[in-house]
Nanobody, 126 residues
Framework: QVQLVESGGGLVQAGSSLRLSCAASGRTFSSFAMGWFRQAPGKEREFVAAIGWSTASTYYADSVKGRFTISRDNAKNTVYLQMLSLKPEDTAVYYC???????????????????WGQGTQVTVSS
């Protein structure tokens, strides 16, 4: 497993941008695929984006496609989520997660993921 710590959340106005970071510990980071999920109050945790162990494969929820970009820097053991044109409906706690791609449900099922960060709050005001 890897240990994950998210940062970069905050309170912004609609139309603004934020970049979330997720720092991972452990020498096996590059062997894990990574995902971002979010959970709003009273709602289930939902898939946002995922990236394979290399940078070649990326996946997005329809609701964020074209606005969010996931990337990773294996040399820095870090995965990023660049969020543009934020909307009030993007308000949620955002979680970083790690998974081996052999797991059933990769990349969109949260149940497939093996390690989770503590989450970072993103609040978008209208």
């Amino acid at each position: 497993q890897v240990q994950l710590v998210e940062s970069g959340g905050g309170l912004v106005q609609a139309g603004s941008s934020l970049r979330l970071s997720c720092a991972a510990s452990g020498r096996t980071f590059s062997s894990f695929a990574m995902g971002w999920f979010r959970q709003a109050p009273g709602k289930e945790r939902e898939f946002v984006a995922a990236i394979g162990w290399s940078t070649a494969s990326t996946y997005y929820a329809d609701s964020v496609k074209g606005r969010f970009t996931i990337s990773r820097d294996n040399a820095k053991n870090t995965v990023y989520l660049q969020m543009l044109s934020l909307k009030p409906e993007d308000t949620a706690v955002y979680y970083c997660s790690a998974v081996r791609t052999s797991r059933v449900g990769w990349p969109r099922a949260w149940s497939a993921y093996e390690s989770w960060g503590q989450g970072t709050q993103v609040t978008v005001s209208s």
